[in-house]
């Protein structure tokens, strides 16, 4: 037993040495290097050690840092203090005579960072790994297949696993080995990927003479290798037109909530309520800004917790005022409400204006919003996208709860249903009517802080979402959030679907068409309500 342990430690100190002697080897070929052909040489060879020792040395040479003495010896020079690239000698710089290697430019660039994630590769940390097979994906080198195929047998974390398969299998296409470019053919046509296809094609080409370069199995795998990516890459489509019309319907969902409210209880045409949105958005500005100058930089991320609160009560204060000072004078005179609600809107905007400037603000995201979940090739769900639409069902169920489960809501109901019955059973209608429009537009709040989530901010944001609020709110039936729900939803998927057939301008020339011609065939919209307005 104690021999075979003897045996085992020898090996390893011998294995050992010979990777620092082909280290130094190659360390010196890159410290006599006069071109950046023998520079990049000289890097193809580092790498090929996987020796993580190196990795400093070639991070200094991407930074110009790496210098090299008469005697051959590489330095790493950072202002005025210099150490030596293998040992833990340290000097001032001046003190030493130091010449430059060949200045490093995009194309030594470009073997430096596969060189660089070949040495990660044995690194510990797994987000190193991650982003050094990332970075070989991208830039598999042509050499580098027994490395690879070793990382991949000691690897434990598989999605760094899968990505050093992948680009194995990169390299394995130009095999002269039928059978490794078959297996590399089978393997990247169960990836999915569509930056394969065109290697795979090349695999289908003709020689000058009208004979096929490939035999006729390898030819047949890459068809099908082929077709399997395009039938991914098909269903990914649809997943990824589902996903983003979901999202948008939630957008347009949020949008509108607060108007169903507002419309189906008193009839209003309010023409402010983009403006609404617009307050909601600002507000979350100014929390976000109140973070960055009075507090310290590791509360940040909690912002937006505190921008929720504050975006719904500036709405709701605002569009009480605006019922109070405004709306209460004209209920049953439409057209007058339309107007009047439209000055209303041109002044919030130019106030707005006037307070933070024309031009757009920018909110940023909390880390915890950055990024996005990789499903597949081409496929990332964005965080804040996944965040809105988990949001929006939570207004919409407090919505519901609101209007099912309390006094208030109770009473909204009542009005909406029968006002002078209402009035008669001792229900003040009036203030019924201040409540629900503050509901209304402080839910427009909320949704100005999901969109500075996904966009800039800007003085007229809730001039894009108004008309699409109306539509949403026509198609789902008056006053029914089941008929928001599900009209915002509706209009989300549908327009998602069309804009990459006809384009975004006529998927909008569509969708406005089919509402035009829905409402004619049933003028209640799809959840039909019994009102104040209808005849029982």
Known sequence: MLHRLSLFLCCVL????????????ALTTLAQASSRSE????????????????????EALENNDLKASETGQLWIVQGEKAHAALDDTTAEAASLTLNDLPKVNNTVRRALRPAIAQLQLGAPDVKTRLAAAEELKKRPPDNAADMLTQAIERETDAQVKTLLETTLAQIQLESPDPAQRLEAINLLGQRGNPDFIPPLTDLLQQNTDGSYKEPPEVRTAASKAIAAIEASQARIATLRNLFYGISLGSILLLAALGLAITFGLMGVINMAHGEMLMLGAYSTYVVQNLFKDYLPAAAFDAYLLVALPVAFMVSAAVGILLERTVIRHLYGRPLETLLATWGISLLLIQTVRVLFGAQNVQVANPSWLSGGWEVAANFVLPYNRLAIIFFVILVVVMVWLILQRTALGLQVRAVTQNRNMAACMGIATRRVDMWTFGLGSGVAGLGGVALSQIGNVGPELGQGYIVDSFMVVVLGGVGKIAGTVTGALGLGVITKYLEPEVGAVLAKIMVLVFIILFIQKRPQGIFALKGRFVEN
């Open 14 to 25: 011998f294995a050992s040495q010979i990777h620092a002697a082909e280290l130094e080897n």
């Open 39 to 58: 520079l990049i040489a000289a890097i193809e060879q580092i790498g090929a050690t996987g020796d993580a020792k190196a990795i400093p040395i070639l």
